[in-house]
Structures are given as structure tokens and as C-alpha cells.
């Protein structure tokens, strides 16, 4: 038996109304490929059904506190680390869906980084009776790291292979400012610099994993002019406010999966990706 057996297969739903004004706002922050109907593209789900605890209910770190839904872990850092998608039809807009949310794993591991937890929750997408999106999302929590020595912020940008598909994308405060206030999400690593210094040893304000996600698909979407069915991700190395993103990709390989990565000043891989499409 583990701690977190009773957790396992906990659900809750919400509902949403996919108003077209959050997609628009979503394509001119980021500078995304614009729809050409009323379709959403794989991963934009995630500026929908949004979780806005009331201010009693937030943590010291600005996510909802666990023990209601999330299980009571006790390491304190959260990152959304990796996932995967798959579309069997595209959630439309200006229509109500339903999202199920449900924990499915929730394991102690260890690396680099000392004892973790990893926590793995499900997220159905359904829109008239039928599923349209199905997720799977791994939380990380890691133990704390108030007082450690951050890495050095690197300046100088390392070569880094080439690819087929590329695209820079440069990072300041308001970008993670306004990728933050579209997921209404309140972790302060992304808009509190001292926080994220002094209670996380991070150099900088750290750049949303799931944005640079956001960009890989984008980026597939353009050079392919076609739309995704499955998308998975994990993230390696954060990168942090004004980096800028060098996103790279090469066409299907023979198995058929679209590779792609995003890379940090240093050359370190920060995200790797693999797509397939329709």
C-alpha cells in the first residue's frame, strides 16, 4: 500500500464556455499561427478551464494548496514537467465542454535533484457527448532549495545543430506576464523575482514549460501547414526570462514522428518534443 493509494482515481469536472477572446489573445501574445475556423489547435485547451482558488486556498508559492484535490505532498516545488496528448476532434469555439479530471499515479522517485514525487493526473475534453481531447500531465515535486547558489545566467549563446524548422522567440517580463494571466496561473517563479531567488535559488524569473510547449506546436503547425493528433513533451532545463527561445524541428522521420526541441542560451536542451500528425 502506498500513502497516496486513496488519492488514486479521484475526479472532478469542470465546465467552460470556449470564447474565442482568450484564443485571440493567445495567437497575438505569442505570435501563433491564427485559426483558419472555429477549431482549436492541439494544446490550446490549456488556457480554458481555468482553477481559481479563493486566496485562503493558495499556497505559500501561489498554486492552489494540495490536500483538497492534489494529494498533501510534502516536497514543496511543483513543475509541470511533461505530458501527452492526444486530439481525436477538435474542441470548437463558442461552445460549452466539460473537462474530467482524474489522478491516475502518484509514485516516489529519485534523481538529480534528490527524492521526488511524481504525479500523474488525466484530463478529459468533451464537447457535445463526445471526447475530443485526452491528456495525461506530470507534476514534479521537488524538495525545497531556499538558500542553495543559483546557476549562472549564461549571456553568450552556444551553437547549437541545425534543423529544417527553426524560429526564435525572445522572452521579457510581459510575456510571461500575459502567458500567466491567460492560464491564470499563480506560480510566482514566473512574476516574482525575488521569490523565485530567495525560496526557489532559480537566477531569474523562469520562462512557463507549458508556453515553450505552446511554441514547439505552433512552430509544426506553420512549417507542416497541417494540425497535430498527438503531441508529448518533456521538460530538461528551465529557461529563464529573457532567454530567447530557439525552437528547432525536422520533418517525419521513417517511423513517422516529428522530433523537435527548444534550447537555452547555453545550448543545453530545455524541452524535447515528438509529434504526430493527421
Known amino acids: 500500500m ?8 479521484r475526479s472532478r469536472k469542470h465546465r467552460c464556455q470556449m470564447d474565442g477572446w482568450r484564443s485571440q489573445a493567445l495567437i497575438d501574445s505569442l505570435e501563433l499561427k491564427p485559426l483558419s475556423g472555429d477549431s482549436l489547435p492541439m494544446l490550446w485547451q490549456w488556457i480554458y478551464f481555468l ?8 499556497g505559500a508559492d501561489g498554486h492552489p494548496q494540495k490536500g483538497d484535490f492534489f494529494p498533501p505532498i510534502a516536497n514543496p516545488r511543483r513543475m509541470f514537467a511533461g505530458g501527452r496528448s492526444i486530439l481525436h476532434s477538435p474542441l470548437r469555439l463558442d461552445q460549452p465542454a466539460e473537462l474530467v479530471e482524474t489522478i491516475m499515479r502518484c509514485e516516489e522517485k529519485s534523481g538529480g535533484s534528490g527524492n521526488m514525487t511524481v504525479l500523474t493526473v488525466s484530463y478529459h475534453y468533451h464537447q457535445q457527448g463526445q471526447l475530443c481531447v485526452e491528456e495525461e500531465r506530470d507534476f514534479i515535486y521537488l524538495p525545497a532549495r531556499a538558500g542553495e547558489q543559483p546557476e549562472a ?3 553568450d549563446y552556444a551553437e547549437i545543430a541545425s534543423s529544417d524548422w527553426t524560429r526564435e522567440v525572445a522572452t521579457d517580463p510581459v510575456l510571461l506576464f500575459k502567458y500567466s494571466a491567460l492560464t491564470f496561473n499563480g506560480h510566482r ?18 520562462v512557463h514549460g507549458p508556453m515553450t510547449a505552446i511554441l514547439l506546436a505552433d512552430l509544426t503547425r506553420r512549417e507542416s501547414g497541417s494540425e497535430l493528433r498527438r503531441f508529448s513533451f518533456r521538460a530538461r532545463a528551465p529557461l529563464y526570462v529573457g532567454d530567447t527561445l530557439r525552437l528547432r524541428g525536422n520533418p517525419a522521420d521513417t517511423d513517422g ?11 543545453k536542451v530545455a524541452m524535447t518534443a515528438e509529434v504526430e500528425m493527421f
Open 2 to 9: 502506498s500513502e497516496w493509494d486513496e488519492w488514486l482515481g
Open 51 to 58: 482553477e481559481a482558488p479563493q486566496r485562503a486556498m493558495q
Open 153 to 155: 545566467v549564461c549571456t
Open 189 to 206: 517563479i514566473h512574476y516574482d523575482r525575488d521569490y523565485a531567488r530567495s525560496e526557489e535559488s532559480y537566477p531569474d524569473l523562469v
Open 257 to 267: 514522428a516529428i522530433k523537435l526541441a527548444a534550447y537555452r542560451p547555453d545550448g
